[in-house]
């Protein structure tokens, strides 16, 4: 941090608990690498001080901020503008600070967008995508995707009634079709042969290595792709299997560094050094 200078203009995520995060060292890696005088750090803001948290933004002039758990909705009545999908999403998890202006943006269901796009070569445009989970990274998913011209979106959840909310704010917002389907064999059969599925639940997440989505492993198809918005593992067991019936396969690696990438790119005006960062994410994944 020996490059900060009396211009060193200052970002930050606010969450808590926000010591896990990935962020700092992965923004502050790609700023050193383009020479850029920014530097990026974690605040543990408790919820009885996210509005003035929030202000601070302002007050301080900082250029902007990332907001994780449990802030991502709360925040959104302390920000001057929101961007339209992060309106229709209902939380913001980056903020942009222009002279005293606050804007939210969602950049998560965008970056899962990116990296299907940049690391499968595959457009949205009259995809059917099946989702497991209606959660808060399966709203940012499916309504990005729903916005970048999917046909049908296929729903499935344990509680139905957060599917249903769900699939409501996708057919009031977008020409794709919602369909809410049982989470049991026979609505697994009636997925189509041509799929991109996404598990958006934590199943499969470290520590628990072991779990797949119920019923799923046998209904998959090999002209599927399946994406796991579980980065960590890399490799969840879910893509394992799909791998082993010959599917091709997304880990949610992908979404994580590209959700930052937008972000990176809001802030500062450059492309983000996409290798960079890929490779702190990694490392700080194997640690
Ligand atoms: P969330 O808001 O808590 O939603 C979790 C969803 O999973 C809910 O729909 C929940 O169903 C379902 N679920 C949880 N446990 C389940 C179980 N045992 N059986 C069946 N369904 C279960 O969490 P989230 O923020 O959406 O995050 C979900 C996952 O996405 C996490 O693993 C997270 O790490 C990952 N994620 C990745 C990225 C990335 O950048 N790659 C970004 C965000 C999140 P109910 O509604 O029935 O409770």
Redesign the pocket.
Known sequence: MSGITGKTQVLGIFGSPVEHSFSPAMHNAAFASLGLDFLYAAFHVRPENLDRAVDSIRVLGMRGVNIT?PHKQAVMPWLDSIHPSAQIIGAVNTIVNDDGQLTGYNT?GL??VRSLREEMGTEVKGLKVAI?????????VGVELALAGADTIFLF???PE??QELAAVIAGHSQAKSVVLP?TAAGLEQLPRELLLI???????YPNTD?I??LVEDYLRNSWLVA?????PLETRLLQTAQAKGCQTL???????Y?GAIAFELWTGCPAPLKVMDAILKKSIEK
């Open positions: 758990i998560d970056g899962f497991l989970g209606s959660g808060g990274a399966a709203r940012g959840n344990r509680n957060k599917a989470w598990n958006s639940t934590p199943m499969g997440m779990t989505p119920p796991d918005l579980v980065y960590n880990s949610g690696l992908g979404m994580l560094l959700q």
